[in-house]
């Protein structure tokens, strides 16, 4: 097995049937990686891998509710079985429901909540110790969101759900410091991707389902300021951290500033030294 993070590796992505998840698998492809796309909506995910294929990659799709313990540690059996291991897992799959959080139906929380945070949950207790029992090391990338690092008004659900994320992350990465396996927690801004109306297509209730038809094909998130880029220009900064064996995947310039008045603030509440 070759040092490279990615030649002849095996990475399952979950999600990986659109939007970020399909360029992360275009990334990985290209890099020599065999790639396997899990994700609800097995259609899209076996699109993803027709189109890969025809590139020459190995490619194969696969159904998975991430917020079904069960399904994802059966996924974690049957990529074993078919490509005799796994080194990356990225736990990508979200969804994202707005709205004040006093009065958001309890469905959207559960919803958030299920896919967010236990989808996320479940791809890292099924596949990190499958990473760490053939020895060969990989990698884990857990997306999360700007939002899983500044509370965002309207947006209070989906930012419980990613700063659970980051901070079952963070301590991922300490747990498995010197043990082979990186980890990063990416924190994107606004990527354009169909992720308004993927989340009210599976929406658990039929009323809300309806309302997909009808919703915007890409990210509007008022609260969320800041550039729109593409999800292929995520993809390269995830392949990067993952070279460098980075924590962070920040991909806007504007975060840093955010990040950092959020630091002062906190810094401030301590008062000045006596
Ligand atoms: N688009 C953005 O601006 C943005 C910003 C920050 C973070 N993110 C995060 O990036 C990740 C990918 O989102 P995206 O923007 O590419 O959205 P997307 O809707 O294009 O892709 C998400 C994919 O996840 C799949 N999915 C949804 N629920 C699932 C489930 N229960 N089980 C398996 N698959 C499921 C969908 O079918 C879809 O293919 C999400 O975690 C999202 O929260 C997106």
């Known amino acids: 097995m070759s040092t490279d993070p990615f030649r002849g590796r095996v990475a399952v992505i979950t999600g990986g049937g659109g939007g970020i998840g399909s360029a992360l698998a275009r990334a990985f492809a290209a890099r020599g990686a065999r790639v396997a796309l899990a994700d609800v909506d097995l259609e899209a995910a076996a699109r993803v ?29 049957t990529v074993c079985e078919r490509f005799g291991g796994v080194h ?21 929380w559960e919803y958030t909540m299920s896919v967010n945070f236990w989808g996320v949950l479940y791809g890292v207790q099924a ?3 499958r ?19 500044t509370g ?3 947006l209070g659900m ?15 990465s300490r747990e498995l410091r010197g043990r082979g396996i990186g980890v990063s927690v990416l924190c994107p801004m606004i990527v ?25 094909p890409n990210v509007t998130a008022p609260p969320m300021r800041g550039g729109v880029i593409q999800a292929d220009q995520v993809a390269g900064k995830v392949v990067r951290a993952i070279d460098a064996g980075e924590l962070y995947i920040f ?7 955010i990040l950092s008045r959020r630091a002062q603030r906190i810094d401030a509440a301590f008062g000045s030294p006596s």
């Open 88 to 108: 990356i897992i990225c736990n990508n799959a979200g969804v994202a429901m707005g709205g004040e959080m006093w009065s958001a139906p309890m469905q959207d």
């Open 127 to 129: 596949f990190v110790s």
């Open 131 to 149: 990473i760490l029992e053939h020895g060969e090391g990989g990698h884990v990338v857990n997306t999360a969101s700007m939002a899983g690092l």
């Open 152 to 154: 965002m008004s309207f």
């Open 49 to 77: 891998a027709k189109e890969l294929e025809a590139d020459g990659a190995e490619a194969v799709p696969f159904a998975v509710d991430v917020t079904d313990r069960t399904d994802v540690h059966r996924l974690a059996d």
């Open 158 to 172: 989906y930012c419980a759900s990613k700063f659970a994320v980051v901070g079952l992350t963070e301590s991922l």
């Open 192 to 216: 354009q991707t169909n992720i308004d109306r993927n989340s009210l297509a599976r929406h658990p209730d039929p009323e809300r389902r309806k309302a997909a038809a009808a919703a915007p």
């Open 251 to 257: 991909t806007h310039p504007e975060q840093r500033e």
